[in-house]
């Protein structure tokens, strides 16, 4: 059950002044310790707490919070401990005063390109050591970046669904996303993922900063639905940073490894088993629409081929439902 004011733990080691925030796993409060210190408890939340699996929740939050007690660097928060408090598992980390950078673009508007650069660079240094610890941060975002209170310094927390990968592997991955933020893989529950998975969500960061405006969700985008540049929205931004932005948050538009239903029709030639085909509608999940030149298997149930679009080439093939 949710912490309450006063409460103490450890034996009265830590004191709660109360709670921060809640995400769909974790739970965060603001407590003090036997110094006067204060500092951050973050824990499972009640609904996880109700959960059958949740010694699964609970062996993962473990693991994943003595892995991120490795990542240590500047621009990352601080963990000073795990302690088990009852029957839950507790990360007690630096509390930072000041703000998040989404609270900061709303109260002050879009950044200087220079002052930007400078937290992007400090969290990408941050990332680097998380990747190099085989973590993904999984939800980089204005929101989970703090600004130091009186000091051109960047942290990065919130390392709720962060999670371990390896390189090139299909993994099953939980499916939490922010819009605007996440790449199209993780829209999609099985896909790979890696260090690019975060390089997408600090590039659309970035583009957050300079605009003041989170760019078209990805699924969207995969789909052709319009994307402004950054440099459409703020003509201050440097051609090289605007060029640099959109290598980083369109060159994985085409990764999408999940399943369209499309409603199609199209000419079949009987000789080869050519036929050209024309997407009509996207029934669900995402894709192009457009024309294609493609081959009719031998028992008519699928076909496959290769398309072009302004991106380059894709393959792409289509099972028949019956």
């Not at 699924?219 to 605007?242: C, G, H, Q, W, Y």
């Not at 009719?296 to 290769?306: E, P, Y």
Request: overall charge neutral; charged content about 25%.
């Amino acid at each position: 059950m949710a912490w309450a004011l006063r409460q103490r733990l450890q034996g009265g080691k830590y004191t709660i002044e109360q709670k921060l925030g809640e995400g769909g796993f974790g739970v965060t409060y603001r407590a003090w310790d036997n110094n006067g210190q204060m500092i951050v408890i973050k824990t499972l939340n009640d609904n996880v707490q109700r959960r059958p699996d949740f010694a699964k929740f609970q062996q993962d939050f473990l693991n994943e919070a003595l892995r991120l007690a490795k990542c240590s660097h500047p621009h990352i928060v601080k963990i000073y401990e795990v302690i088990q408090e009852g029957e839950l598992w507790c990360m007690v980390m630096e509390y930072i005063d000041g703000e998040d950078l989404a609270s900061r673009i709303e109260n002050q508007g879009a950044l200087t390109e220079a002052e930007a650069l400078r937290y992007i660079q400090q969290v990408g240094e941050a990332l680097t050591v998380v990747h190099n610890n085989g973590l993904l941060h999984r939800d980089v975002k204005p929101q989970n970046i703090m600004l130091r209170s009186g000091k051109l310094e960047a942290v990065l927390i919130d390392f709720g669904i962060a999670r371990d990968f390896t390189p090139n592997l299909t993994q099953t991955h939980t499916q939490m996303v922010s819009d605007g933020f996440a790449p199209i893989e993780q829209y999609d529950k099985r896909s790979k993922r890696g260090a690019y998975t975060d390089v997408y969500a600090l590039a659309a960061t970035l583009y957050s900063l300079l605009t003041g405006e989170a760019p078209t969700i990805a699924p969207l985008r995969a789909i052709n639905m319009s994307f402004l540049k950054p440099k459409e929205i703020n003509s201050t931004i440097s051609d090289r940073v605007n060029q640099a932005i959109l290598k980083g948050i369109l060159i994985y538009e085409h990764w999408w490894n999940g399943t369209a239903k499309v409603a199609i029709n199209g000419n079949l030639d009987p000789k080869t088993n050519d036929v050209i085909i024309r997407e009509l509608e996207v029934i669900s999940g995402y894709w192009r629409l457009g024309e294609n030149k493609g081959t009719l298997s031998s028992d008519g149930k699928q076909l496959f081929g290769r398309g072009k679009d302004k991106k380059g080439l894709y393959k792409w093939s289509f099972q028949r439902l019956d």
